[in-house]
Every structure is written in structure tokens, then in C-alpha cells.
């Protein structure tokens, strides 16, 4: 009986010793840096000399910095464009989820944005937007239209990157429906096709809901790739024109390493991580909630 109880108490350590190398790593290299970044965001830091703590004053600074707030209200379009990804990936998964001749290669197609670096995909895209030997304005000059300068424009920036951002995520969205697509039920499918299920009341009732597990990654990945862009805004405009495409990530990059402030640049961290916090603990909830009614 003692040694009955012996093996249930090490069959239930197992799991955790497998898992305690990769906890171990994970507190080291992101859980600490998270809590040094909130600890320094107090202070007044030039990344070499003494520290000055001067409390909240660097997010009393942030509440009035118009560049801040310019590019939080950039990182607010990129969210609202960026759930585009989503619902245009799940389509071109159900498109492409389909037993016919060639799809292999149409799916390498549409896989090919993933496996690309994004500051190709800003090159790329700064290219196809040139106002004078770009793509885009060829396509444009078809329709009688004018060259328009997107990258120069300081309306029009913001949104050339994003639809460029835009590009490789509905190819990471729809890897992850097709993976969830191949593990639907076919016992579902088929009961529902007995009770006359069929077309948009198939996809709707029987198919979205089973892809709610994929359906809860893609938002995560999205709402984290929309806070944290840096790549293509560096890549593409380098902020400009006069900030106006600027986001937190790389308006937190230029006060820490260009204007050697550190505890402001951690402040911006910080904001930009309670809003990825927030946010996704939004969906999370939603999702139980769901599951749960």
C-alpha cells in the first residue's frame, strides 16, 4: 500500500520535472526581465551611470509627450487592421483545405510570407509602393490615378505598413486553421450532414466551433505581432515622416539606445506590456466564457 502511494506521488511529479529545466529558463530570461524593466521605468537612467529614482515621473513625462501618444494611437490601428489577419487566413484555409489538382502548390504559395524575414517583406513593400518606379503606382496609373506617395505621407504611412505586416500574418492564421481544419470531427461533419446541415450553416455551427482552439491562438499571435511591430516600421519609414508612423516598440527603441534613456524607454516597455496584458486577457476570457456557457 506504501509503495502503491509512493509511485502515484512520483507518477505525479513526473510531468513537473519534465517541465521544471523550461520553467527554470523561462523566470530567468522573461519573467525577470519583465519585473527589471517595470523596476527601472521609476528611475532616471542612462544606461551607464547612477540611477535617479524619481518615482512615476517618467509616465508623468509619457502623459504629456505628444509622440506618445501618436504612436499609441498607431499601435491602436495596427490592432484594429491587424484582426484582419484572422478572418482573411481562416478563408484562405478553407479555400486552399481542398482535395484537387495543384494545391500542393498553391499552399507553398500562400506559405511562402511566412518563411520570409520581415525586413525583407518591408523591402519588399518599399519597393511596391515607390511613387515613381513602384508597382503600385503602375497598377494605379492603369485607372487614370495620380502617383501616391504612401511611404512619404503622413496620413498614409501608417497604413502602407500595416497592409504590408499584414501579408506574412494571414500566411501564419491560415497554417494554423489548416492544421486545425485536418482535426476536425468527421463524426460531427457527418451527423450534421444527416440533419441537412450544409454551406453556411455547416461552417458556422459545426466547423468554426471546433476551430475555436486555433481561432484563440491566431488572435493571441496577431494581438502580440500588431503591440510588438518594430521590424517594418524600422525597415519601411524609420518612424517618419515627422514620427507620424511611429509605434510604443520603436519609439521605446529610439528614447533607450538613441537618446540614452533608459528608464523612459522602460516605461514605454511597460505600458506597451500592460496593454498586450490587457488585451489578451480580454479575448482569454471571452474564450472561457464561451466555452463555459
Known amino acids: 500500500m506504501q509503495e502503491t502511494s509512493v509511485h502515484s506521488r512520483w507518477h505525479a511529479l513526473t510531468p513537473w520535472l519534465f517541465m521544471l529545466p523550461a ?29 535617479v529614482f524619481i518615482g512615476f515621473g517618467n509616465y508623468a513625462e509619457l502623459m504629456e509627450d505628444p509622440q506618445f501618444w501618436t504612436a499609441l494611437w498607431n499601435n491602436i490601428l495596427w490592432l484594429i487592421f491587424y484582426m484582419l489577419a484572422v478572418p482573411i487566413g481562416l478563408g484562405v484555409a478553407l479555400f486552399l483545405n481542398q482535395q484537387v489538382l495543384g494545391i500542393r502548390a498553391v ?118 505581432g500588431a503591440l510588438r511591430s518594430f521590424d517594418l516600421v524600422a525597415t519601411m519609414t524609420g518612424g517618419g515622416p515627422y514620427g507620424s508612423s511611429t509605434v510604443l516598440a520603436f519609439f521605446m527603441y529610439e528614447q533607450a539606445i538613441f537618446s540614452y534613456r533608459m528608464g523612459y524607454g522602460a516605461a514605454i516597455a511597460t505600458v506597451l506590456f500592460l496593454l498586450m496584458l490587457v488585451y489578451i486577457a480580454f479575448f482569454l476570457w471571452r474564450m472561457l466564457r464561451a466555452e463555459r456557457g
Open 23 to 51: 520553467m527554470l529558463l523561462f523566470a530567468v530570461y522573461v519573467i525577470m526581465p519583465i519585473f527589471q524593466s517595470i523596476w527601472i521605468s521609476f528611475f532616471d537612467w542612462d544606461g551607464i551611470g547612477d540611477k
Open 107 to 224: 499552399k507553398s504559395l500562400f506559405f511562402f510570407p511566412f518563411v520570409i524575414s520581415q525586413v525583407i517583406v518591408g523591402v519588399v513593400f518599399s519597393w511596391f509602393y515607390h511613387p515613381t518606379s513602384g508597382l503600385l503606382q503602375d497598377i494605379i496609373g492603369v485607372f487614370g490615378f495620380e502617383p501616391l506617395p504612401i511611404l512619404a505621407s503622413e496620413t498614409m504611412a501608417t497604413y502602407g505598413i500595416i497592409v504590408a505586416g499584414l501579408w506574412p500574418q494571414i500566411a501564419y492564421t491560415m497554417i494554423l486553421y489548416l492544421t486545425g481544419l485536418n482535426n476536425l470531427s468527421q463524426d460531427q461533419i457527418e451527423a450534421a450532414r444527416m440533419d441537412g446541415a450544409h454551406g453556411w450553416s455547416m461552417l458556422w455551427k459545426v466547423i468554426i466551433p471546433q476551430l475555436r482552439p486555433a481561432t484563440f491562438i491566431a488572435i493571441v499571435v496577431t494581438v502580440i
